[in-house]
């Protein structure tokens, strides 16, 4: 019973070996420096000595718990601690001996060694034992590598460092053959023993290095340098041609715990190879923003909705209403804010957002303050065969939407839209463009009372519905081929939570009571999307990430532009004169704008035409509406 009490009690074995090797090192520290004359000197006061310097280390080991500390986990802190310890009770003895005796039998040099001997006592069993227990008594003087997997590690940072430690360790998976990082002055030195070998850029001469050498490593992993989307795209064609794996380490902050094992490599996102930089944001603005208002989202079921609802949700509004049309997304989404914060008050509305009534009705009891209207039909085929319900959904529910939002007092609306609106060449293009402008009018007209618009510009967002992503994800499941319309194709992606971050530190850049910027009504904000990317080499991208080769295992096929598609697409017009913000990543955009009682007057005549869907009116007023709009094929639409 009283082993297993020990066995249990490790700081009291460790207090014990402390205060025994204290009267050990001064018993030694003597020896060493009287060497023969040791017992002719010692023997009137050694027993004495050794007891009180021996108390006193127990007095200050146990004052400052230094028996506390774990082992296994020894560090260069506890080697500090032990430092402070011993310097701090030795101070205390030869003080003590000095006011008994005057130091009269103690060599005073004897000082100096018991120190360092004490030091090394103490902390030399303790890095031995981590030792021990981070790779084994046998890795102490061998280590067998053979069997684990070579790889070939980018980035010499700190998670470079946490992975390398951990490879050290017994029963691990990989052996780290190189290390390749950005910062030139770590190239030709070392980490934990392995070589800084090039940067990423010189993966190709390091892999013919390596396999000239022998040593072929079958996996490349990143780490934590800040490798751009074009050159984690370029290790994965390099990975791809030597016939390696591409993966990533997690992050630190991603670890379970401090004594949990590092996770293993994450395979690489598609998010991953977009490789924008962190955006800065004033996330107390946006608290402030959010906290203590009522809150209505539309399209909350959507991609972009249900993320402006975890986001506004996890800023404690004041209520938060969930507006969509559909019941299953409106559902998850509902579900989901329930479960992620318990105690918000919420409501559900299944509604469509053409219905005016239904918002008067909702507007008059819920008296939301800020409105998010992220509601619309985007699927620009679909949107190209079902005109007139783009139009009503796209133009009409926000004008709806708009006006109710004036009608009840709310602060602010925010309208979410898109590049698609720049020249556009779709139909959905060109209702958002509309949307834009009556939102653009609205916020003219009444930027000196109580309710702003703020509309706000970006392209794609990786990973929404009826998006190119999951399309191609969905066709690689089946074996292929991936579709592309077109090999020139290009593309602005971003994640759906960065455009909503943005999106609401846009609103943060309006909505500001204090300074109300009344010379920027009427104008849009646009999102810094980075630059086009190639869909093409999406797909080859998302090939190459499920370990499959492009044209050779899947196959990808040129179905064509569809109805209302275009090459490319712009984020702001030509007329449309760019501003900077405050936030980099946010700019500015000058008003076209139109008359708002004549555009009002038009969107009753859009209104009715498209009720009764009569296509060929409906699609001759928004050409009028939006001069912009390319619709070459006009009759060929009519009769659709």
């Not at 050694?46 to 500390?69: D, E």
């Not at 991953?272 to 209505?296: S, Y």
């Not at 009409?396 to 109710?404: L, N, P, S």
Request: glycine share 6%; charged share 25%.
């Amino acid at each position: 019973m009283l082993l297993r009490r020990l066995r249990f009690n490790r700081p009291y074995i460790a207090a014990i070996h402390d205060i025994c090797m204290a009267g050990v090192a001064f018993v030694l520290s003597l020896y060493l420096r009287l060497g023969d004359d040791f017992w002719p000197q010692t023997e009137d006061f050694l027993a004495a000595g050794t007891f009180l310097f021996t108390a006193i280390c127990a007095g200050v080991f146990v004052s400052l718990r230094l028996y506390r500390g774990v082992w296994r986990y020894a560090s260069l802190d506890d080697l500090v601690a032990i430092t402070k310890a011993v310097s701090l009770a030795i101070l205390i003895f030869a003080v003590a001996m000095f006011v008994f005796n005057r130091l009269e039998f103690m060599p005073r040099s004897a000082l100096a060694i018991n120190w360092l001997l004490l030091v090394g006592m103490l902390g030399g069993p303790r890095l031995i034992y981590r030792v021990a227990k981070d790779r084994g008594l046998l890795a102490l003087f061998q280590d067998s590598l053979e069997e684990r997997i070579p790889v070939l590690l980018v980035g010499a940072g700190n998670t470079a460092d946490a992975f390398l430690r951990q490879q050290r360790k017994p029963g691990e998976h990989y052996r780290i053959v190189g290390l390749l990082d950005e910062d030139e002055s770590k190239v030709g030195r070392s980490m934990h023993g392995v070589p800084v070998l090039g940067a990423s850029t010189d993966i190709n001469r390091v892999l013919d290095h390596l396999r000239d050498s022998a040593i072929r490593p079958q996996r490349i992993l990143i780490a934590d340098t800040p490798v751009s989307g074009q050159g984690i795209a370029r290790l994965l064609e390099t990975a791809d041609q030597h016939g390696m794996s591409l993966a990533r380490l997690p992050k630190l902050t991603d670890f379970k715990t401090d004594k949990a094992a590092m996770a293993e490599p994450q395979p690489i996102a598609i998010e991953d190879l977009l490789g924008r930089p962190q955006t800065r944001l004033d996330r107390t603005a946006m608290a402030k923003l959010i906290e203590g208002r009522r809150v209505l989202i539309t399209g909350a079921g959507g991609s972009i909705g249900s993320e402006l609802a975890r986001q506004v949700a996890e800023n404690k509004p004041d209520q938060l209403i969930l507006f969509d049309h559909g019941e299953y997304n409106l559902y998850c989404v509902d579900h989901e804010i329930m479960e992620r914060t318990p105690t918000l008050s919420r409501r559900a509305v299944l509604g469509d957002v053409r219905d005016r009534a239904l918002l008067d009705d909702i507007f008059r009891r819920e008296k939301p303050e800020l409105v998010f209207h992220a509601a619309a039909l985007k699927h620009v085929p679909l949107a190209e065969t079902n005109p007139c319900e783009a139009i009503l959904t796209n133009v009409i529910g926000t004008r709806e939407v708009a006006d109710a939002s004036q009608a009840f007092g709310a602060t602010a609306m925010v309208q979410i839209s898109t590049d698609k609106a720049v020249n556009p060449t779709s139909i959905m293009g060109a209702t958002k463009r509309l949307a834009e402008s009556y939102c653009q009018a609205l916020d003219h007209e009444t930027a000196s009372k109580m309710t702003r618009y703020v509309t706000v510009r970006f392209g794609n967002v990786l990973g929404s519905a009826g998006s190119v992503v999951p399309l191609f994800q969905r066709q690689l499941s089946n074996g292929g081929p991936l579709t592309v319309t077109h090999p020139d194709v290009t593309r602005y992606f971003m994640t759906v939570r960065e455009a909503v971050e943005l999106v609401l530190q846009a609103s943060t850049l309006a909505i500001r009571p204090s300074k109300a910027p009344i010379s920027d009504s009427g104008k849009l904000y646009v999102l810094d999307m980075g630059e086009p990317i190639k869909i093409l080499s999406l797909a080859h991208q998302i090939i190459r990430l499920s370990g499959l080769r492009p044209d050779i295992d899947v196959a990808i096929k040129y179905v064509g532009l569809r109805a209302g598609e275009k090459l490319s697409e712009q984020l702001f017009h030509e007329s449309e004169t760019l501003m900077p913000t405050e936030h980099e990543a946010i700019r500015l955009a000058s008003a076209r704008l139109v008359e708002l009682s004549s555009l009002r007057k038009r969107l009753n005549e859009l209104s009715v035409q498209a009720e009764s869907r009569n296509v060929e009116p409906t699609l001759t007023i928004l050409k009028e509406l939006v001069p912009e709009f390319i619709c070459d094929s006009l009759e060929d639409a009519a009769t659709q």
